[in-house]
């Protein structure tokens, strides 16, 4: 099983950008999926997450502006992001649960991290 995160490069302040995340391999489906952002010196926090059901929540500093979703036949969530800021350039990475094919549910699969940069 492998995530694939994609979407990052250079985008001006005030503008929008759309991440994707991929599963493929051995996967039936997604289960509860998230987006994390890694700043230059600073620790890994949690940006957006979703639930199998659709349920979301959001890191403050993200609400109103971000909104994240899934695709679930093509076993892909995304992280539309509006209004970006310079603060929010990162490097991101997306994080799911996976129900595999043989029907084990394994946590905590991580993509390689896709970066972007805001620039003011």
């Known amino acids: 099983v492998q995530l694939q995160a994609y979407g990052g490069g250079l985008v001006q302040a005030g503008g929008s950008l759309r991440l994707s995340c991929a599963a493929s391999?051995?996967?039936?489906?997604?289960?509860?999926a998230g987006w994390y952002r890694q700043a230059p010196g600073n620790q890994r926090e949690l940006v957006a997450r979703?639930?199998?059901?659709?349920?979301?929540n959001y890191a403050d500093s993200v609400k109103g502006r971000f909104t994240i979703s899934r695709d679930n036949a093509k076993n892909t969530v995304y992280l539309q992001m509006n209004s970006l800021k310079a603060e929010d350039t990162a490097v991101y990475y997306c994080?799911?649960?996976?129900?595999?094919?043989?029907?084990?549910?394994?946590?905590?699969?991580w993509g390689q991290g896709t970066e972007f940069t805001v620039s003011s």
């Open positions: 994080n799911a649960d996976v129900i595999r094919m043989d029907w084990r549910y394994e946590h905590d699969y």
């Open positions: 391999g051995s996967v039936f489906s997604i289960g509860t």
């Open positions: 979703i639930t199998s059901g659709g349920s979301t």
